[in-house]
């Protein structure tokens, strides 16, 4: 029993491991995309206006192509925050270094919203701020609020998913899966 228990930890750690790596990645992918000058940042907004048209057959304004651009990214970074989080708190819960009682932290979903909603924050306001100094490109307040709800869109939507997940375990009469 013992044996698996290590190896359900290591699962975790390189879990974790991984999807921190990824979530590194994308926020440099933002940066690489706010980085680009105002003339490059709209042909690639109109390139991606015209594959929208071609898999459409509709024309979208490049101003919400923009702005989805703004949704999808940080929508993305919020998901692979909290999966991280996620697998990182797996981890510790598996394997306890320093006691912590539960009025401590608030374990599960809670704690792990939190925290990804805030790296979010961060970001999305970096990148506004850096943007500032880009050639051609302005920081927009209305941007760092469209990232911001795009995450905690992300974040009801996980939030949904574990209740119908529990709902459904409990129907089973099973242990929830996933934690509350």
């Known amino acids: 029993m013992e044996e698996k228990k290590k190896k359900i ?10 999807l921190w790596v990824c979530v590194i990645f994308w926020m440099m992918v933002i940066f690489m995309f706010s980085s680009e000058s105002g003339i490059d940042s709209a042909t690639r907004s109109e390139e991606i206006g015209k594959l929208l048209l ?4 509709r024309e979208f304004p490049l101003y919400l192509v923009r702005k989805f ?6 929508s993305i970074l919020t998901l692979l925050s909290y999966l991280a989080f ?3 708190s797996r981890i510790l819960l598996s394997r306890r270094i320093i006691v ?3 009025k401590d932290i608030k374990p599960g979903f809670d704690m792990n919203a939190s925290f990804s909603i805030w790296i979010t924050v961060l970001i999305a306001v970096i990148d506004e701020y850096h943007q500032l100094f880009v050639p051609g490109r302005n920081g927009r307040f209305f941007d760092v609020l469209i990232d911001v709800a795009s995450g905690m869109l992300v974040l009801i939507f996980i939030r949904i998913i574990i209740f119908i997940t529990n709902i459904i375990r409990k129907k089973r009469h099973k242990e929830p899966l996933l934690v509350e």
């Open 100 to 102: 912590v009682t539960d």
């Open 86 to 88: 996620a697998s990182s």
């Open 69 to 74: 651009a703004h949704f999808a990214e940080f």
């Open 9 to 18: 930890r290591l699962t975790y750690l390189l879990l974790a491991i991984t």
């Open 54 to 57: 071609s898999w459409t057959g």
